[in-house]
């Protein structure tokens, strides 16, 4: 059973993650994990934060000549603004983040106990792990990306573009938006927010492809790959609402127009035209590409903040200011790629099993086979 | 840590479940079980088995003199139509079901070892858990309702009602939508599906009242209040996306727009006076009632039945066509209340532990106090 | 994951097993099942029950046509002496049981709300989930047995028995003792036990031979082979020590008469020509056949009770007296051997994968041919 | 649920844990945690490892101004010897290690792969770990101590002693054994270990005192304090069997002679004149200190080693000479204390719930007196 746990605050020393359960002999490279981190940095309308972070992961077990032995994989990231404790007490919880109910939980009058745990700043960590599951993922010939569909209102026209055409448009664009048109209009949104103090959300897609079929089970209510996957996608900060293909459009639609009609051909094996239901019937893949998305709430620290309290005194007052971003959907689409990627990789090893990458791979080769010639 | 499983297909002997880590010291009465039962059944639309089945709930452990003594409770609902072993083979699996995934999975040509897991009637052992788990949250003054917000595209406009007002107006519903025009145009619209041998889904709203602040955490991934809801109500057959307040929306407008601003009166404490949140933020409950949504796809079993292949002989034909019900959108979300009362039942336990009722009431009343004294 | 959940009173309507996560295609035969509950009755000092009850299993979910399908197992187990709303309260509790710490714990002056949950009873579903484990390992050439070394205070002598000798010995054994001398002593220790209305306790061996090394990881502390196995063993009633292999003279001898020296032959692989690590090395096995001791303490229920208090007026009294075995680690040892196999069945399926028999068997003959070429 | 990973080799950068699930407003002294690490690096009969190792905690995360605020507690402790990636290759497993089972289930030719994490090096996260927990069981006055009763067949004679009399005398011990004359003999039996490049084992017992009636459940067989408690300490490198209370000679006598009679005493409630159960009746705690032990087989590391066999060439040789300890009961004393330390802190925590120190403490603080008010 691949798992993992992350560790470390905002402004803490640094964060930590233990990843656990991963065959041996996959070749890990410090620099992917890198290029991963750097993916979460990016994208336009990111704060004054991302600018003095760049973050870089620190192995620190696990590999063995720069690949895993089967031992625990650690892995930390240094904060550059290590000041927790010196940073002042805050008072005025901020409207949609953790400070209030956080400080109501842990019964604490100073919300910076909680604001440094609940900052997305914790999803670096989940990031360096999903690299990891990546590398392994990419063994297997599975291959994760995201893009931006929807930042502040303004939608991206993606519906026509194959998902190589998406993967070469947002190469070049500086909100992973495949719609170039829809991308200026975002900036200026963006610019627009930043001149209120306001904030923007969206919407990021997530595309797995090259997913066996059959990962998943539909045998038990929490081994569902839907389950799974929306569970990790809606644990990631300030996501509101998660849908898989067009399950939006699904409630809407009739039965004859939604569902993927089956198809065979000799050769390729079973296939469908359509993916409607995202590459999952079931609780399981059905082979085709993964799709799901994630809502993005607009950033809860705002520039013109919002009414909030003195949770010392109960007066009347601002919200806090932290240092912010104003749009964080791009890298929140990076994020969601390192949790599909770990839940994929946890589902191929639990179906495939194996302790050695060349086990696992057996294993997966012998089911190819068999589906081939099912 | 309170936990579950089921077991049973849709033509075995029964389903069963065990629900583990329940206090001590709950009445439980088999008529609030078997009601929810019934409502499960319910709704306009539905197909011939409804009809057939009556489900009735048979306690099999964990009870002593009508209450919980710690034990697991185990929970059996025969199955009217037990011949498993007597249906014929099936060779042609629907689009939008298990079938194809499940076969290639489990490696068997016959579709029928797949589906009658898969099929939805599992769900009646999981309301019969939440059944449980409601009296729990009865306890604390948690209330738990769902009702019907979209069928086929049909809106219902909920959104100027409050709580209450939604409850008077379910309460009379065949769909339990609360806005009575729309249900009119449900009822049309679930009509033409059926001359049409198509199918519909559709839209649930699950509310829960009185839920304490402070129940999930930020701490770690996977103990996200909202992860976990997501999680559970995904995994439930048919659902496509999940939406927490008004999730969907807060990726289009402004943090200014969205974020629910606080306020304090004496004696009431902290309060909101919107709930875009949907009751959750960082992961946890604020104290505003709990608000989540279910996007349900059209059924997948249809008169009309759309292309598939014969897993056999791979020659194309028609997806097979069992006792199927024409939109269950309704029952989903009574489904999706019991999951949400399981989930907030193990939160609960979680937070305030204790092995007696009287203990987790105790605990439970020191925090309360707690919170109104921060 | 395999995994499961029992339930059910000792008194109650039935005990209850939900085994989760069985690979499909394997057969089941209630026959199998049925012999393993009446294995599980028998050995000479059982109480009066154990002529009442005539376990039987009835399978109720995960099977079609005598085949695993991939869905959860359900199995049902009657009790004859369904009366546990009419026994009357107990308030004496029984040094040595639950009685007393379950009291305080679930905050009940009736004993009989614990009692009857922490009874060996449930160990009938225990056993009845155990044997469907044997019927998955069984195809793996893995085979469980276990024999009876001590029984108050006599003990046998089995050292120098092979494996087959001891299969062969207990066959006809009425203790499932290899020593045919040392039985006959053991029965007559328990003879004089029940005059004095005393009891005995023993120690129980499970050998499982044909385990592919391998099985389980020292990588985590909660992976590693023998900690699951001593967890399991440890968590059958009275069951106050476990040892594997000679760990207990482990601690007495030294090193170079300890360790059992790794030697390798052409066609055979590597091999040991002494087992005292009882075939698990660094939380791992290590091919050779896994041996694992139960201590039993001596049956708590006694017909010359201990002092005890009432629970309602702390007034000093006797302990009291349900009906009850003298002796009963024969049955403990078929227990043990039920708990072994669902470990060892839950690691198969995590280092092999797979969802069908057919699946899993040819990872597991990949893994075996790379050990036999390493 | 307080949970925790372990990470690190033992010539790697460092080790990791992370622990998750801690209540906040705990007071975590760093001195604390490096006094747990210097206890276990102590002892007659340890390797030249222990003289180049002082380990010392670095906290990554978790603390803020030197209490926890209820986010993951992260630990780091540096490796004075990082050589992993320059260390040559083992081809010669040491029989009684993880080499040879870990390299044919890890697929490597290199043993380093495996002994690496294998290492009993792993325990320093562990205490580290267990150091945290020890602080938290202290605020609810509970106490944990080990000391060693057997090395190498030398036994101390302690049964007369009183826990204050064992903690006094282990005090100024060199082994922690509270019987001088024997430790005099196990430090002379070391000594001749040495001389003959042989290694000895031996048995310690941890007590843990002040631990609350009910913790742990007979409910689920894994919720069992004892099958916990037996999990943990088998799960010690080098440990092969575990004993709860006189759980071996319990086997071995009678009824009326092992179990342990119940009295009353207003004002002081409940008590037992013996503790034969070790603390632990139904898988449950009773109120009386829990004593349970670990037998430690000999070191398998040894100066005059055995015969093993070169897994590249297959052809006969010595094993592998690691630096190595002699004997290191003492140690394993401590980490057993951890262990132990953990397994009661999760308990607590799931009984008594709680966010805060402060509310757990109301918790058990109502608990205590409900049990007082029996």
Redesign the interface.
């Known amino acids: ?1 691949l ?7 905002s402004h ?7 990843l ?2 991963m065959v ?2 996959l070749k890990i490279d410090k620099k992917i994990i890198d290029n991963e981190l750097s993916r979460r940095q990016q994208g336009y309308g990111r704060g004054g934060r991302m600018k003095i972070e760049k973050d870089k992961v620190d192995i ?3 590999l ?2 720069g690949a895993t ?6 892995v ?1 990231i240094e904060n550059k603004d290590f000041s ?2 010196r940073l002042p007490a805050v008072v005025n ?16 009058k100073d919300v ?3 604001l ?3 900052s997305a700043r914790e999803t670096a960590a ?1 990031v360096a792990v999903g690299a990891i599951c990546k590398s392994l993922l990419d063994e297997f010939g599975i291959e994760i990306l995201s893009h931006v569909m ?1 930042i ?2 303004i939608e991206a026209h993606t519906r026509d573009l194959s998902i190589s055409e998406i993967k070469r448009n947002i190469a070049k664009a500086s909100l992973r938006c495949a719609d170039p048109d829809a991308e200026k209009l975002m900036i200026k949104r963006i610019d627009s ?1 930043i001149s ?8 990021f897609e997530v595309i797995a492809t090259g997913v066996p ?2 990962l998943g ?6 081994k ?1 790959l ?10 990631i ?1 300030a ?10 459009e ?7 127009r ?7 051909k ?1 050769g390729q094996g ?1 296939y ?1 035209k359509t993916n409607n ?2 590459g999952i ?7 085709e590409p993964i799709v799901i998305r994630g ?6 620290t ?1 520039g ?1 903040p ?4 003195n ?1 010392k005194t ?1 007066k ?1 007052l601002r ?1 806090a200011v932290e240092r912010r971003d104003v749009c964080a959907v791009p890298a929140a689409g990076v994020v969601g790629e390192a ?1 599909v990627a770990f839940e994929l990789a946890k589902q191929m ?8 990458l ?2 696992t791979k ?2 997966f080769e ?2 190819v086979k ?2 081939k010639n ?1």
Chains 1, 2, 3, 4 share one sequence.
């Open positions: 059973m798992r993992y746990l992350t560790a470390g605050e803490g020393k640094c964060l930590v993650a233990i656990e359960g041996s002999g620190l077990s696990g063995r000549k032995i089967g031992s625990p994989i650690s930390l927790i404790d919880p901020r409207p949609g983040h953790a400070d209030l109910a956080g400080a109501l939980k842990y019964n604490t910076r106990d909680i440094e745990r609940a989940r929807m502040g209102g927010m209120k103090g306001d904030s923007a959300g969206g919407i079929a059959g089970s539909y045998a038990q209510y929490d569902k839907d389950a799974n996957l929306a569970g990790g996608l809606m644990s900060q996501i509101k609402a998660v849908e898989i293909g067009q399950g939006i699904g409630a809407r639609v009739s039965g004859l939604f569902h993927d009609a089956i198809y065979y000799k079973f469908r239901a995202g019937e079931g609780g399981m893949s059905n082979g809502f993005m709430k607009p950033i809860a705002l013109a919002l009414d909030s309290v949770i109960k009347a919200a949790v090893l639990l179906k495939f099993g194996g302790d050695s060349g086990e057996r294993n012998g089911y068999q589906v099912f």
